[in-house]
């Protein structure tokens, strides 16, 4: 059975699907600049992986609640408008974060749910967006081009931060770093005006959305799907940065860390959009997630930064074989789903609460773990534990049909 087929036929793109790809390569690379270093800025005025999870936690607490505003607001007004509202509330973010300076650690409540309701603004539209100027027979091809601006950014974006802080005094190295963010957030929103309006009308149906899933065995698989897979997001998407930081104690160390990593998700996606069919979707998934869960065994045995580096080889490749395959059965599910046309904000509302129930869910596991267990003994445990689940992702979606 052949994953890769030889070639793909030429498909033709709108300007709004063109300006959604700028949009998301400016997000990707104002994010990597600064989102890695965040986490550590934090650890360094503190030292406590307490503070670490609970500004995460609070991030993933605000989001669905913020995706729930926003998509409710979508049925009114322009979701244009909405976009921008999530990316003006990322660009206040960093300027709180400059703001408070070396003091941002006693304010990891608000930064969390600041950065949160920029999200939930910023991906519901963002999405809905996604889900109308792609058709199934674009929607790989968008999502790869989206992974590989996004694998560009997490190359470029950490290796620069990286050396600015370490060529600069330390804070005045911070400080320009979310400076950067702040501009590029402010060239997305400049963006988001070239788009066609879009707007949506009728009653808010996210009740009969949610139900939804006791009649359609496709959605109820797929929120499964993406519940397991925001579990392992909830804690790596922080444990690794530390661990990084901890082992080398140096921003450009942890820069080049997630250079490598970008490297080669950005090979990796171009193969993946180009070659992986509809077809061979859920194979795809299958390994892609296989390799995922394999990488965390890695941690099982004392870690360098060696064994680190090649942790961030397999996942950089692993993850676009996972990802984009992924996200696109997911819209072509929605699209076939009871009322698609009308109730696509629902589905995609629903679709984000249950990621970040298994990011919330992680979170507090780690919260209680490490407040009665040794960090160094607990940490590899529950990396283990939750570090199967994009690969638990493809048991939920190995019997959806579309």
Known sequence: MQLFPSKKPSIPVSRDLKILLIIGGLYALSTFISNTFVNVFLWKQSGDYMDI??????IYLLQPISFFVAGKC???????????????????FYMVVLLLGEKA???????????????????????????EVTEPETRDLFNGILGSLQSFGGMVGPLLAGYIITLMDNFKGYSTIFFLSFFLFFLAIVCSF????????????IREVFKERK?????????FAHLTQGSREGLFIFIITIWVYIETNSELSLGLFNFLISLCSFISYYFVSKMVSSKKRKAAIFYGGLALYLAVLLFVFPTSYVTILLYGVIIGVSFPLFNVPFVSLTYD??????????????????????????????????IVSVSFLDPIFIIPVLMLVFGGGNFLSYFFIRKTSI
């Open 53 to 58: 999870a609970t500004y995460n936690l609070f």
């Open 74 to 92: 979508v049925k009114h007004v322009d979701r244009t408008l909405i976009i921008r509202i999530g990316v003006i509330f990322l660009s206040i």
């Open 105 to 131: 650690v006693n304010y990891t409540y608000m930064l969390g749910a600041i950065l949160g309701i920029g999200y939930g603004f910023y991906w519901l539209a963002y999405n809905v967006l996604t889900f």
């Open 194 to 205: 070239y788009l066609k309006k879009r707007t949506a009308t009728g009653r808010f149906f």
């Open 215 to 223: 009649h359609n065995t496709n959605w109820r698989s797929v929120l």
């Open 333 to 366: 599910i929605i699209g076939k789903s009871k009322n698609a046309g009308n109730w696509r904000v629902e589905y995609i509302i629903i679709r984000e609460v249950f990621i970040n129930i298994g990011r919330v869910l992680a979170i507090i596991v780690f």
